[in-house]
């Protein structure tokens, strides 16, 4: 059964912190994406992989890097994190490059920032 | 920009009825449209997708409906059932693209 995985369920954060987002996906996939989820605006992306140290920004990368050093693993990064960063974040897998090829996605990480 | 709109933001059914979740979308390159659904603490989950090629996609309770000069889908589910109480959200794409765009969501309810 396709598992991705992400370390954390909750997390609380001060601001000004640097915070590490960890997800793993046992596919063997290709494309990573990582989203975030607010009330009223669905679900945006931030940044995604397409390979291995390959990364694009998304709709709304200001405040975050990402890293994918495995193929396996894709970490976002907020690099000082702010109470407008609290969030869901989601990260999620797809195999092909091709869009209409369904994702799947991690249970989420609810962030709060302090 | 919202390129792909769900102007409803909840909606309540009573079980056995129809529900009908829309979803409107501005970019007329779009040719691919998907639905997922969304559980409290889990991911979102693919439920149905369709090409625009095709002006109905049918699979079991589920049916979503393209009408492209409306720029406009929907997606039936019929009867409403009290496991379907979830958020739903619809996707686009066009061919060539790398992403998906999503609307805000729609959480639906389903009342016994």
């Known amino acids: 059964d396709v598992k991705v995985t992400q370390s954390s369920r909750y997390l609380v954060k001060r601001t000004g912190e640097k915070v590490f987002l960890e997800c793993v996906q046992d596919?063997?996939?290709?494309?990573m994406f990582w989203y975030r989820q607010d009330p009223g605006l669905g679900l945006r992306l931030i940044y995604f992989?397409?390979?291995?140290?390959?990364?694009e920004k998304g709709d709304i990368p200001e405040g975050y890097s990402v890293s994918r050093e495995k193929k396996e693993r894709f970490s976002l990064i907020l690099e000082s994190a702010s109470t407008n960063q609290t969030s869901m974040y989601l990260c999620?897998?797809?195999?092909?490059?091709?869009?209409?090829?369904?994702?799947?996605f991690g249970s989420g990480t609810q962030l709060s920032v302090l | 920009d919202q390129q792909v709109k769900q102007n409803s933001p909840s909606l309540s059914v009573q079980e056995g009825r129809i529900s009908i979740l829309n979803c409107d979308y501005t970019n007329s390159m779009f040719d691919y449209f998907l639905w997922y659904k969304k559980y409290p603490a889990e991911g979102p989950t693919f439920l149905i997708s369709?090409?625009?090629?095709?002006d109905k996609n049918e699979d079991g309770r589920f049916t979503v409906f393209l009408n492209k000069s409306a720029k406009h889908l929907s997606l039936h589910i019929v009867p409403s059932q009290p496991g379907d109480s979830a958020v739903y959200f619809c996707?686009?794409?066009?061919?060539?693209?790398?992403?998906?765009?999503f609307g805000q969501g729609t959480r639906l309810t389903i009342n016994p």
């Open positions: 369709i090409s625009s090629i095709k």
């Open positions: 999620a897998s797809r195999g092909g490059t091709a869009t209409n090829e369904k994702l799947f």
């Open positions: 996707a686009a794409s066009f061919q060539g693209a790398q992403k998906l765009v």
């Open positions: 596919m063997d996939h290709e494309n």
């Open positions: 992989s397409y390979d291995v140290k390959m990364k």
